[in-house]
């Protein structure tokens, strides 16, 4: 059935987040990151990497299916569901006791060759309203017709600038087999296909594969730590478009290239195929 464009405009529930050092630091030991402002409680609060707010975001993104017009939808429909797109804007690091709110608002709806493309905004706020974080997701149905006639309620904003890859800095990150299975665990994101080979199998995918938002957060690790200096508070906005699938045990490339404040990236898996293209991470 088609995804219905009266859904524009409707919003989520907030939803409450009570966010502590446990979950901040379980999310960056899965990944492998163990810088110290991520993981040391002694001295100062503990921190979130940059992409954590993805696992706020990750319920509320279900919610969506609840509302008036995503019900259009049947369960294999919104199983052919993919994440193609990221924008996060960071207006200041998640923190160790944060009571957080998140809320996502659908702004956009288009056809595309593929199928359905929508945009949805998701806010994250603390208690005194303030953004702490703001995405701008695109997702894709495939195969899925819309109906009603295509529109946007607001527009995402502009994407920075990105420089050409030529002779960039190159980074190998090795996944190893598991990996999906602890991203998922420690970002409190559970999607079967990432972690059940069987379902992932009847999706019609060669077996279980890397979260795309893992593989983002892998890549930002990187270049935190090497553009800057390991200080994930210059982190103000990071993004970029998802493909190809990275499956484990495998090594994945990460190529990069700053200019001025715009750090421009690329992930390719072990075939050479872009996990990640138009990749961005800005810094203050």
């Known amino acids: 059935m088609p995804l219905n464009t009266e859904i524009l405009g409707a919003a ?25 402002r991520y993981m040391d409680t002694q001295d100062q609060a503990v921190i979130g990497h940059p992409v954590f707010p ?20 049947t369960a294999q429909e919104s199983a052919r569901g993919v994440h193609a797109a990221h924008d996060l804007h960071i207006y200041r690091p998640v923190r160790d006791g944060d009571e957080l709110n998140t809320q996502a608002t659908m702004i956009g709806i288009h056809a595309i060759k593929p199928g359905a493309a929508y945009t949805m905004r998701l806010d994250t706020t603390d208690i005194t309203g303030e953004l702490v974080a703001r995405t701008y997701q695109l997702g894709i149905y495939r195969g899925v017709e819309i109906l009603g006639e295509p529109r946007a309620t607001e527009q995402a904003p502009e994407l920075p600038r990105l420089a050409q890859l030529d002779d960039p800095d190159t980074f190998s990150i090795f996944v190893p087999a598991g990996s999906a299975h602890t991203y998922t665990e420690c970002a409190r994101i559970w999607n079967p296909i990432h972690t059940d080979r069987a ?9 279980i594969i890397l979260h795309g938002t893992a593989t983002l957060a892998l890549a930002v690790s990187k270049i935190v730590d090497f553009y800057a200096d390991s200080d994930a508070t210059r982190v103000t906005r990071l ?28 992930v390719l898996t072990d075939k050479a195929q872009p996990a990640i293209s138009s990749g961005f991470v800005c810094l203050s």
């Open 12 to 36: 989520t529930a907030p939803l409450q987040h009570s966010v502590d050092a446990r979950w901040l630091m379980a999310y960056a030991a899965g990944l492998g990151d163990l810088n110290p």
């Open 199 to 207: 379902v992932a199998l009847s999706a019609g995918l060669p077996d």
């Open 54 to 73: 993805v696992c706020l975001e990750w319920p509320v993104i279900l919610n969506t299916r609840d509302m008036a017009g995503s019900q259009s939808l």
């Open 239 to 266: 993004g970029g478009r998802f493909s190809a699938m990275v499956l484990m045990p495998s090594t994945i490339s990460l190529q990069a290239r700053r200019v001025d404040d715009v750090v421009s990236f690329q």
